[in-house]
């Protein structure tokens, strides 16, 4: 430990009381959209709805939940009765299909300590897109769980998953996790969910300088020609317990010169509009993508912000929406949800909410001067989710 981290201090801040509904007083009334496509001010579609299950995790990973500060005594777990139940998380994730979401992306925490999570899949696997099709649906998991309920999450209906794995030396994933969980028992979950046939699967490691940097070709290595897609993470400035700075953020360009050196590699095309790695393929002798040989991915939000096309909402798990991944605050649709609105009521207030989004926090911070720490009072990733 440097005497930097000996005297780090960390902000406790709960910054999750809800913006107004833009146009309220006018929810319910003609006029407003409630069905289709909506835009934002940058004319970007509402494509992809992230829904954390719980703020609870079993890990306690440095640059998302430290472990000096979400203690057992953590004074700012949401109570049981404060979650939205599995009816209510169904209900609104409708409502958003009905504005053009096509993807479903279930997060938390850790979203398999969820109780009978199996059951919200289900719900959520009997709903349609506007175009009358089952939506992707998908969980991001730090795999902890998954060797024994990777069976029962396929059979529920979900499609994918996406594990977060750090490092495969075992000393290094185990001093990132803080809780001394082995690697052996999360490679474990991701051949039982490859055997399940959740995929195709991905798995995203953040890269932290100085931390696991030395993981980045070991886990190429190991995934390359697996059928699993590694995508290599900035470390990013979300919420402000994890004390980050920008020296330690290894830009992805280094990933891939790094990777470069022992594995060639060729750019391949975006696979999906709004897709946020830059996507690698492994060459083959003639310098052609081997597909045999699969795929890397490097997601860049700290050096290269991809905020043009960002077609993400985040719902939390009481019911705050939030239009970017580094949000102060999110949008109070509790009351709607809890039974105080109708189905349109609701679908009109998230159409509003999106049509006055101009969120682009990543690009604005690529114009700020170069700072030596975060600042702000952004909502914690474990709160609404990667």
């Keep these: 430990m440097t005497e930097r981290d000996t005297h780090r201090?960390?902000?406790?801040?709960?910054?999750?009381?809800?913006?107004?509904?833009?146009?309220?007083?006018?929810?319910?009334?003609?006029?407003?959209?409630?069905?289709?496509?909506?835009l934002d001010q940058r004319a970007r579609p509402l494509r992809d709805l992230r829904i954390s299950v719980t703020d609870r995790c079993n890990f306690r990973?440095?640059?998302?939940?430290?472990?000096?500060?979400?203690t057992k005594d953590y004074p700012h777990y949401l109570p049981h009765a404060s979650l939205l139940s599995f009816e209510e998380i169904t209900r609104v994730a409708q409502q958003f299909l009905g504005l053009g979401v096509q993807k479903i992306r279930l997060t938390g925490g850790?979203?398999?300590?969820?109780?009978?999570?199996?059951?919200?899949?289900?719900q959520l696997s009997g709903l349609r897109t506007l175009e009358g099709k089952t939506p992707d649906l998908t969980l991001t998991t730090n795999g902890s769980l998954l060797a024994r309920k990777a069976r029962a999450l396929k059979d529920a209906g979900l499609q994918r998953v996406t594990i977060s794995l750090d490092g495969l030396d075992d000393a290094v994933f185990r001093r990132m996790n803080d809780v001394d969980f082995p690697v052996a028992d999360v490679l474990r979950g991701i051949e039982a969910a490859q055997a399940a046939g959740l995929g195709p699967i991905k798995v995203n490691m953040v890269v932290k300088r100085g931390t696991n940097e030395d993981q980045i070709l070991p886990m190429a290595r190991y995934f390359r020609g697996s059928g699993i897609a590694l995508r290599l993470i900035e470390y990013m400035d979300v919420g402000a317990t994890n004390g980050w700075r920008m020296d330690e953020v290894l830009p992805s360009a280094e990933v891939i010169a790094r990777l470069q050196q022992e594995?060639?590699?060729i750019p391949l095309e975006a696979s999906q509009e709004g897709e946020t790695a830059q996507r690698w393929g492994y060459a083959n002798a003639q310098g052609k993508h081997d597909v045999q040989q699969g795929e890397i991915g490097v997601i860049s939000s700290v050096t290269q912000a991809f905020c043009k096309d960002c077609n993400r909402a985040r719902l939390s798990t009481e019911g705050q929406l939030y239009l970017c991944l580094f949000a102060e605050q999110g949008?109070?649709?509790?009351?709607?949800?809890?039974?105080?609105?109708?189905?349109?009521?609701?679908r009109q207030a998230i159409a509003s909410i999106w049509q006055a989004r101009q969120d682009n926090y990543s690009e604005q911070r690529g114009r700020m001067p170069a700072q030596a720490g975060s600042t702000g009072r952004r909502i914690e990733m474990s709160y609404i989710g990667g």
């Design 331 to 346: 949008y109070d649709l509790r009351g709607l949800i809890r039974g105080q609105g109708s189905d349109e009521q609701l």
């Design 263 to 265: 594995l060639p590699l």
């Design 110 to 122: 850790e979203p398999l300590l969820r109780k009978n999570l199996e059951q919200l899949i289900e």
């Design 9 to 38: 201090v960390i902000p406790l801040v709960d910054a999750r009381a809800g913006l107004p509904i833009p146009g309220f007083e006018s929810i319910g009334k003609p006029g407003l959209k409630s069905a289709g496509q909506v």
């Design 61 to 70: 990973c440095s640059y998302c939940m430290p472990k000096e500060i979400y």
